[in-house]
């Protein structure tokens, strides 16, 4: 499997092309479209602007000598590929098993054109087997939990180790919802917008136009 992400990482990479501002994904997947990134640039002279979705990315572009800009120094990004935990037959998503959530999204919204680079085990028929991740400010948490468990989302806060929180890049707490399944995504992303102290949350509607998907016969490229 590893062998078919490398070839969906390049594949993805297809689609970059000189002059592009390009947002550098997170995970496993989107690892591999970042290092064949930096193999273009040091080989192909490919001359790009990353703008990273994670701290780790940035360190790993940075190692690749990938030039970088913050999403402030940019009014726009060309094409961000990135991975994701789940994908429906609509083409949205869950991300955020990775917590970086809230960096992906905003590099998303500011983004032209979005693919996804995933394994076939992350194309689902109804969203929610994995967990949907909900990033919150760490002052009212547990209140914020409470909630979440009168609704019946079955949260749970990420652990960074056996007792201490995960703390994200942007130094906010990850609640994990597991929901089994998302009747809405849409009624669901709204509610969470709108209720306070969530800084941002794992579902990603109508922001994909392709999705490239490796699979044990091959890579396969769906398009909206």
């Not at 990353?50 to 970088?68: E, K, M, R, Y």
């Not at 590929?81 to 098993?97: C, L, Q, R, Y």
């Amino acid at each position: 499997m590893e062998n078919l992400k490398k070839q969906v990482g390049i594949e993805a990479a297809k689609f970059v092309n000189d002059g592009m501002i390009v947002g550098l994904g997170t995970g496993s997947t989107a690892k591999y479209f970042v290092e064949e990134i930096g193999r273009r640039v040091a080989e192909e002279g490919l001359n790009i602007v990353g703008v990273t979705t994670s701290n780790v990315t940035f360190d790993l572009a940075q190692s690749l000598n990938i030039p970088l800009k913050s999403i402030d120094e940019v009014e726009y990004v060309d094409l961000t590929v990135d991975g994701a935990d789940e994908v429906d037959p609509k083409f949205n998503g869950i991300k955020g098993g990775g917590a970086a959530l809230l960096m992906e999204k905003i590099v998303a919204t500011y983004s032209n054109d979005c693919i996804w680079i995933v394994d076939g085990s992350k194309t689902v028929e109804t969203l929610g087997k994995f967990p949907l991740p909900v990033e919150v400010v760490p002052y009212g948490a547990r209140r914020l939990l409470a909630k979440f468990e009168d609704k019946g989302y079955n949260p749970q806060m990420r652990l960074s180790g056996a007792d201490d929180y995960l703390v994200t890049d942007m130094g906010h707490y990850i609640i994990d919802l597991h929901l089994e399944k998302i009747e809405d995504s849409y009624a669901l992303a709204d509610e969470l917008d709108n209720t306070v102290g969530v800084v941002e949350h794992g579902l990603f509607n109508d922001m994909i136009s392709k999705v490239i998907v490796a699979r044990e016969t091959g890579v396969e490229i769906l398009e909206k």
